[in-house]
């Protein structure tokens, strides 16, 4: 079964995938980006979910941009869990999650920032005037993905906005700070990338060993504070 | 201790996966066919999550240092017993056949009879590796989990977890399931986004198995699949099973080590009966999509299950 749009949030679109899990889009096919607010709503939907996991019987709870994916065990019915979305999503009160405030030091530019110069000449504006805007900038955790304890970070001052590589690089090292389209974010581990790398930072992101595992969480937010010195 | 003497690539330690974790990036990870898990857990009298070796190439010649059972399921690596001495007799082990190994005796794999399908080797008492996050499973993309969150190498030694019951006596083994080739599929999210001639291409032709294939995805040749209109999708999660389509209109069947958030349009997704196939689609063979409804994939689960379930039933029966 696939479910449509009904009158209880008619601009909330909800299908199924394969046999256990729902995704519910929140935004519009057409709307190439996600207002801010329907971002925030989406993670106090998140946190309102977290804890019922197990009485509800929900094995993943996946926000995405603008989006929500649940996977639920076999035994749980979609039914209840998208109605009791869809209800709940007009009570969720219209203010911002608490979420944290996480600040990680950056050294700009240099052998760790190979990107920097040339972003900036791309952007049309000096490399001390693109660590200005990147490091002033208040981002948020828009979602996790990629790879573990990888943020997409929205809150890039659109002077910043350039298109991704034409080709990725097969090794982007981890604590590389990069931009890529309309967001910033840190690699938490090597990996290949298509983003601009512009700086550098020693915060670990993701820790496996640790309770807590990924420094970031969907909703907080996080700032890039310069570190001085030559890289 | 098991020592491990000799070992192909991609030989890693998995159990079941590692669930509840996606919102942070993290992948499922875990063996490709957990019914042939189950099998060997079971035959053992482990719980079906104990972890288990997945080998996907030969050989792997390991040596036990402690009396313990062992059993081979999934495909067919031509596996031998020898008792560890030189000029030593080798005995031949079928998959699902378990055998009481004394310490100092050893177990070869060879190859698999088609290359890139995979076998499982289970102990009793399971691979006892650090729980990380949840599970033992080795996520190699992301170097954790498993035997310090790498593929296995000849020097490693792995230690056995406890076990409470003694090993049973099984009077004959169990036959291992043969992949069909044929993965039931619903439709999925982006379904109508594409050409009435893609749906046609999607479900009848026969698609290619990429060697490029790995446990992030099932990458499949055939004509390509297209759009009624060009798609820009915002990032939203994805699940293993999942068929993506990304610009070259090649289809992808995403597999446990996936990444945990994509951007592409998904066409289909298998169904959870038939997802185990996916550890044992060699390259250049082919396979087909089947729709089915949701009826006909939670049938097939069900009996998947019962069939589990009679399994348990019979062995504990044997004691």
């Known amino acids: 079964m696939r479910y449509d749009a009904d009158n209880i949030a008619p601009d909330i679109r909800v299908t199924q995938i394969g046999e256990d899990a729902l995704l519910f889009l929140f935004t519009p096919a057409t709307v190439q980006r996600v207002a801010p607010s329907t971002q925030q709503r989406l993670w106090q939907l998140t946190y309102w979910l977290e804890p019922q996991r197990a009485s509800l019987g929900l094995i993943e709870i996946v926000p995405g941009m603008g989006n929500l994916l649940i996977r639920a065990s076999h035994k749980t019915l979609l039914s209840t869990i998208r109605d009791l979305v869809l209800t709940h999503w007009p009570q969720l009160p219209d203010q911002d999650v608490q979420g944290r405030c996480i600040e990680i030091p950056v050294t700009y530019g240099g052998a760790h920032g190979p990107d920097l110069d040339a972003v900036a000449a791309q952007c049309s504006i000096s490399s001390e005037r693109l660590i200005a805007l990147h490091s002033t900038a208040l981002y948020r955790v828009y979602c996790l993905g990629f790879q573990p304890g990888f943020a997409y970070l929205g809150g890039l001052d659109p002077a910043l906005e350039i298109p991704r590589l034409d080709t990725p690089r097969l090794s982007v090292p981890a604590g590389s700070v990069a931009i890529g389209g309309s967001q910033t974010a840190v690699y938490p581990s090597n990996s290949p990338g298509g983003w601009h790398i512009i700086g550098h930072t020693e915060t670990s992101l993701f820790d496996p060993t640790s309770v807590q595992a990924s420094l970031l969480r969907p909703g907080d937010r996080v700032r890039f504070v310069v570190m001085e010195g030559a890289p | ?319």
Not at chain 2, 89 to 108: D, F, H, N, R, Y
Not at chain 2, 175 to 184: A, E, F, G, Q
């Open chain 2, 1 to 319: 201790m098991i020592e491990v003497l000799r070992c192909g690539p991609f030989t890693t330690v998995q159990d079941l996966g590692r669930f509840g974790l996606r919102h942070l990036g993290v992948s499922q990870a875990g063996v490709l066919d957990p019914i042939a898990t189950h099998q060997a857990n079971l035959l053992l009298g482990n719980d079906p999550n104990a972890a288990v070796m997945e080998l996907t190439a030969g050989p792997l010649q390991l040596a036990f240092h402690q009396d313990c059972t062992v059993v081979v399921t999934g495909v067919d690596f031509t596996t031998s017993i020898s008792t560890g001495k030189a000029a030593a007799q080798q005995e031949s082990l079928l998959p699902g056949q378990p055998v009481a190994l004394k310490a100092g005796m050893q177990i070869t794999l060879q190859r698999p009879t088609i290359p890139g399908t995979r076998a499982y080797v289970a102990v009793s008492g399971g691979i006892d590796v650090p729980v990380v996050l949840g599970s033992r499973s080795t996520d190699l993309k992301a170097g954790f989990g498993g035997l310090h969150g790498r593929a296995l190498q000849a020097g490693d030694a792995l230690a056995i977890g406890r076990f409470f019951t003694p090993p049973r006596q099984i009077p004959c083994g169990i036959r291992p399931l043969t992949p069909s080739h044929v993965l039931r599929a619903l439709p999925g999210p982006n379904y109508d986004a594409f050409t009435p001639a893609a749906h046609k291409r999607f479900w009848m032709q026969p698609w290619g198995i990429s060697h490029q294939s790995n446990r992030m995805g099932l990458r499949l040749n055939g004509q390509a699949l297209t759009l009624n209109n060009p798609l820009s999708l915002l990032s939203a999660g994805v699940l293993p099973g999942d068929v993506q389509v990304p610009t070259s209109g090649l289809p992808i069947v995403l597999s446990n080590d996936a990444q945990t958030i994509g951007g592409y349009p998904r066409i289909a997704s298998v169904i959870q009966a038939d997802i185990w196939q996916l550890a044992h689609l060699p390259p250049l063979t082919s396979v087909y999509f089947q729709p089915v409804t949701h009826a006909v994939a939670a049938q097939a689960r069900e009996r998947q299950l019962r069939y589990l379930e009679r399994l348990a039933a019979s062995l504990a029966g044997n004691d």
